[in-house]
Nanobody
């Protein structure tokens, strides 16, 4: 599956951005989707994952209550609504796809090695 992320930009702290990730090439609804981010000099870190049907979501503690993931399987797109942005949210944001399922405890796949397909990334910069 090919993934194309968009929607990044420059925003002041406290503002909002909505990222999109459009998928093509394979059946989108067969994949759990995730967002990761990578700040300069840092390892890529998990942000959030959403189950195939969209009913289960698993957030990193750092974004819980501020970010919301959603997906539209008819449009082959996953979204990341980011509110109350902080300077520490500054990073390149990547969408990714995996066939690894959510666990029974509602935790989703959160390791980079669990994701087979990656988008090219979109830069989010939050100024203080």
């Amino acid at each position: 599956v090919q993934l194309q992320a968009s929607g990044g930009g420059l925003m002041q702290a406290g503002g909002s951005l909505r990222l999109s990730c459009a998928a093509s090439g394979r059946t989108f609804s067969n994949y759990v989707m995730g967002w990761f981010r990578q700040a300069p000099g840092m390892e890529r870190e998990f942000v959030v994952a959403i189950s195939r049907g969209g009913g289960r979501k698993y957030y990193a503690d750092s974004v819980k209550g501020r970010f919301t993931i959603s997906r539209d399987n008819a449009e082959n797109t996953v979204y990341l609504q980011m509110n109350s942005l902080k300077p520490e949210d500054t990073a390149v944001y990547y969408c990714a796809a995996t066939q690894t399922e959510f666990g029974s405890s509602w935790s989703g796949p959160r390791n980079t090695y669990e994701y087979k397909y990656w988008g090219q990334g979109t830069q989010v910069t939050v100024s203080s």
